[in-house]
């Protein structure tokens, strides 16, 4: 079992909609949740991150984290074709040494 | 500024070579990882470190080696072993402990030629 796993798509969705993108991790220790953007040929960068059971809101993007089962999700609404890219999903987790772990991402493919 | 960099950006190797990739941050963070990217696909982990004069392998760490001398420093060295080296290399780093993400660099592309 991957200790990150995601869809890799590709997931499409229309100008204006609400897209959906999923996580599950498998170790239950984990503690902290991160959602990464990468367009093509350049470096992932960071768009919200989690911490805590529940909803947080940031603009257009909402993360979700609900740890008793074990997923992480980033929702995109109002997608728009600057939004295609892929999405990656990372977590971590306290105590000892620090490892963050990716999922191999979705892509998201909004179509005008 | 506070960063990753890695050089080249651009580097083409001859078959049979090996060819250090670098990748030097100052942001004082203890861990640091080097990731592999193919056309359209994910990151596959290849090593990562989580303190000076120690690592550990990743998903693919056959035919690449990499040391730690320096907290700052983590080049990876792409061997005459890796049988298909063409790809783009992403360095990354994180806080040692606490709660952080991870800063990537701007990426090397390898090609052999």
């Known amino acids: 079992q991957k200790e990150v796993e995601q869809n890799s798509g590709p997931l499409s969705v229309p100008e204006g909609a609400i897209a959906s993108l999923n996580c599950t991790y498998s170790?239950?220790?984990?503690?902290?949740f991160f959602w990464y953007r990468q367009y093509s040929g350049k470096s992932p960068e960071l768009i919200m991150f989690?911490?805590?059971?529940g909803d947080k809101e940031d603009g257009r993007f909402t993360a979700q984290l609900n740890k008793a089962s074990q997923y992480v999700s980033l929702l995109i609404r109002d997608s728009q074709p600057s939004d295609s890219a892929t999405y990656l999903c990372?977590?971590?987790?306290?105590?000892?040494?620090?490892?963050?772990?990716f999922g191999t991402g979705t892509k998201l493919q909004v179509i005008p | 500024d506070g960063g990753i960099t890695q050089s080249p950006k651009y580097l083409f190797r001859k078959e049979g070579q090996n060819v250090t990739l670098s990748c030097e941050q100052n942001l004082n963070h203890d861990a640091m990882y080097w990731y592999r990217q193919d056309p359209g696909q994910g990151l596959r982990l290849i090593y990562y470190s989580q303190i000076v004069n120690d690592f550990q392998k990743g998903d693919i760490a056959e035919g690449y080696s990499v040391s730690r001398e320096k907290k700052e420093s983590f080049p990876l060295t792409v061997t005459s072993a890796q049988k298909n080296p063409t790809a783009f290399y992403l360095c990354?780093?994180?806080?040692?402990?606490?709660?952080?993400?991870?800063?990537f660099g701007q990426g090397t592309r390898l090609t052999v030629v």
């Open positions: 990372a977590v971590n987790k306290l105590g000892g040494y620090q490892k963050v772990t």
């Open positions: 990354a780093s994180s806080q040692g402990t606490g709660v952080t993400e991870a800063f």
């Open positions: 170790d239950r220790g984990s503690q902290s």
């Open positions: 989690i911490y805590s059971n």
